[in-house]
């Protein structure tokens, strides 16, 4: 069953394999196996160092406007018309004329923690640099970024892909010698998406390795 407090549940953002072009990914490899750490794959290290993610947002659902005789209280028989609404007027809600998916703020918003020298910030940094100046037909582009939920016994339950996303922004990075220590331990950045799916999983949609059918 899930926990009734959200800090027994958990969550696993993944970053795909295409989010950082081989060229990039050969270069950073070599530099993570002269560190002989756990970690030697650049996504992987990249994914192990997500802190935070935001997803999932939306407005404006609802539109008001003023109808007649909307809201009016009803009349007793000790209540005289001039105690009633000055008008009978007031504003009365519907439902947005906008599509579901016109109402998402399909923005992603994950925070990373800075390591090993900036590591993995300028990895990010030139991996954008890198498939923003591909053909948007390119198939270097990632295709979807997958967060996984799971329940307080650890099991996944359901996940959601955000399908062609793009870096929109990311934070600047502070150097002050000043300082004895770093201003920021974490750095930001935005991602903007074009549809997301929802798949809530159980036994019927999982084969024996636990993949999820379609």
């Known amino acids: ?22 060229r990039i990914e050969e270069k950073y490899a070599n530099i993570l196996s ?6 030697n794959s650049p996504i992987e290290f990249l994914n192990e160092t997500i802190q935070a993610v935001n997803v999932l947002g939306f407005d404006g659902a609802a539109v008001m406007q003023q109808q ?8 007793k028989p000790n209540r005289i018309r001039q105690n009633a609404f000055l008008s009978p007027s007031t504003d009365h809600a519907y439902r947005s004329p906008n599509t579901i998916l016109g109402l998402m703020d399909k923005t992603m918003q994950i925070k990373f923690k800075h390591t090993l020298g900036f590591l993995n910030y300028f990895m990010l940094f030139e991996s954008f640099m890198y498939l923003f100046s591909r053909d ?11 967060l996984e939920l799971f329940d307080e016994t650890g099991s996944r339950y359901s996940l959601v892909r955000f ?36 798949i809530s999983l159980n036994e019927d949609m999982e084969d024996s390795n636990g993949e999820v059918k379609y």
């Open 1 to 22: 069953m899930l926990a009734l407090k959200s800090r027994f549940d958990g969550y696993k953002l993944t970053l795909p394999k295409e989010f950082i072009p081989n």
């Open 136 to 146: 948007t037909k390119s198939n270097e582009l990632p295709k979807y970024i997958e």
């Open 68 to 75: 007649s005789f909307r809201g009016e209280p009803d009349h």
């Open 163 to 198: 399908y062609d996303p793009i870096i929109d922004a990311m934070d600047m990075i502070s150097f002050d010698n000043s300082k004895p220590t770093a201003n920021s331990d974490f750095f930001n950045i935005t991602l903007k998406y074009n549809n997301f799916e929802y």
């Open 34 to 39: 002269k560190k002989r750490g756990f970690i």
